[in-house]
């Protein structure tokens, strides 16, 4: 079955970076897109970008724009997030979630189980 | 952007009884190529992440409820739950997948009467 396991919390103070990771099983990883959408406490959903394991093809939102990186390492089928320069507000739930094509962006049948970024000095 | 706009911000609905959600979209969804809304709902209960329940606007989902209904076509979404069950308390959103930025509604909270 498909499955899509997120790192552990984390803690950071502002101005550091973080680093979140999404181990995928149970299917193809290079098949579909990978996106990253966080959810801030008590908040709604936002995209904040997606990547094509097969060809590390990237696209972000443009807020995140220059302050975050989406990677992914085949061998391993993990993906991963990273988001620089914290502040504050970046205080959120991080999830992964898997398209359902690597070739033109569609609904979303599977996420990770999400990621505590909280940034407090 | 495609801005989502969902309502109403939250309803209390019997047990029992039809609960229905609005979702409109700024512009349209509608993909002439293929005749697909570009749409999707989700159901996130507290603690978990979101659940997909229908995509093309009105698809369900392999192993979602026969009670949960998507409807509408280029801008104008609605999500029905037919019998509202004490287990459909949650937050539903919609999502459009269109265009990038893919973007969500604000979120319909939906509590028991």
């Known amino acids: 079955q498909v499955q899509l396991v997120q790192s552990g919390a984390e803690v950071k103070k502002p101005g550091a970076s973080v680093k979140v990771s999404c181990k995928a099983s149970?299917?193809?990883?290079?098949?579909?897109?990978m996106h990253w959408v966080r959810q801030a406490p008590g908040q709604g959903l936002e995209w904040m970008g997606w990547?094509?394991?097969?060809?590390?093809?990237?696209i972000y939102a443009q807020k995140f724009q220059g302050r975050v990186t989406m990677t992914r390492d085949t061998s391993i089928t993990t993906a991963y997030m990273e988001l620089n320069s914290l502040k504050s507000d970046d205080t959120a739930v991080y999830y992964c979630?898997?398209?359902?094509?690597?070739?033109?962006?569609?609904?979303?049948?599977?996420w990770g189980q999400g990621t505590l970024v909280t940034v407090s000095s | 952007d495609i801005v989502m706009t969902q309502s109403p911000d939250s309803l209390a609905v019997s047990l029992g009884e039809r609960a229905t959600i609005s979702c409109k979209s700024s512009?349209?969804?509608?993909?002439?190529?293929?005749?697909?809304?570009?749409l999707a709902w989700y159901q996130q209960k507290p603690g978990q992440p979101p659940k997909l329940l229908i995509y093309?606007?009105?698809t369900r989902e392999s192993g979602v409820p026969e009670r949960f209904n998507g409807s509408g076509s280029g801008t104008t979404f609605t999500l029905t739950i037919s019998s509202l069950q004490a287990e459909d308390v949650a937050v539903y959103y919609c999502q459009q997948y269109y265009s990038t930025p893919v973007t969500f509604g604000g979120g319909t909270k939906v509590e028991i009467k």
């Open positions: 990547i094509n394991p097969n060809t590390g093809v990237t």
């Open positions: 512009q349209s969804v509608l993909y002439n190529s293929n005749n697909e809304n570009y």
């Open positions: 149970g299917y193809t990883f290079t098949d579909y897109y």
């Open positions: 093309w606007a009105s």
């Open positions: 979630a898997r398209d359902s094509t690597n070739w033109q962006l569609r609904h979303w049948g599977y």
